[in-house]
């Protein structure tokens, strides 16, 4: 294991469901994220948070709701999703974020396996 | 904009032969490369990085990267392949302006016994 566990790590739902994904870390680390890996692109950023604030929101649908309620977990609540949201969720951590800006570009991410979604 | 290529969708190599997997980027400024290696069922794991200093940057499991400034390139190599080593590959790029990750589409890597 890599230090990020997600759970669960395979999730069927259909487009009136509710559900939700967790992230945990276990490296001390003060930054979070989300991305989304769908085949053949490059992954997309969804939400960065440091110090359970949200400092990135990369104009995710409302039907995505993030949620960090401290420095080691974080939560990605489903709601209403759509077929094209099915893809693997992949969170990861880092140490801290560098700046004020919320950049993190040279910061070393530690990835969890993901979670992969389909809906149906 | 600034951004990463990954020109191939996928490279086959057989086993105990060199293998390099291409990556150019195009930023403003200096540029800030990563390597990131994902195996089957698994998330991305780090191999290396360039920030600053030598051109040729080694890495986890045996990986090499040769940052390359007038070819905008930072391909990554191995001497001698192993069939564990297939799986897909990121390479990524700080965009100077966002301070963000910037990924490729990924390289699929299979090493043939």
């Known amino acids: 294991e890599t230090g990020v566990t997600q759970t669960p790590r395979h999730l069927v739902m259909g487009m009136t469901n509710k559900k939700s994904l967790k992230c945990e870390q276990h490296l001390g680390h003060n930054a979070m994220y989300w991305y989304k890996q769908s085949a053949k692109k490059p992954l997309e950023l969804m939400f960065v948070y440091s110090l359970e604030e949200r400092v990135e929101n990369n104009s995710v649908p409302s039907r995505f709701s993030p949620e960090c309620p401290n420095s080691s977990h974080l939560f990605l609540h489903l709601h209403t999703l759509q077929p094209e949201d099915s893809a693997l969720y992949l969170c990861a951590s880092s140490q801290d974020l560098l700046g004020t800006s919320g950049g993190y570009g040279a910061n070393v991410l530690t990835f969890g396996a993901g979670s992969r979604l389909t809906v149906l | 904009a600034q951004s990463v290529a990954q020109p191939e969708d996928q490279v086959n190599v057989a086993e105990g032969n060199p293998l390099t997997v291409k990556c150019t980027y195009s930023?403003?400024?200096?540029?800030?490369l990563f390597w990131y290696v994902q195996y089957p069922n698994r998330g991305l794991q780090f191999l290396l990085k360039?920030?600053?200093?030598?051109?040729l940057v080694k890495g986890s499991y045996g990986f090499e990267a040769e940052f390359n400034k007038s070819q905008t390139s930072f391909h990554l190599k191995k001497p001698s392949a192993l069939v564990s080593d297939s799986a897909l590959y990121f390479c990524a790029v700080r965009d100077s302006n966002t301070d963000k990750l910037i990924f490729g589409t990924g390289t699929r890597l299979q090493v043939f016994p």
């Open positions: 930023v403003s400024g200096n540029p800030y």
């Open positions: 360039y920030i600053t200093g030598d051109n």
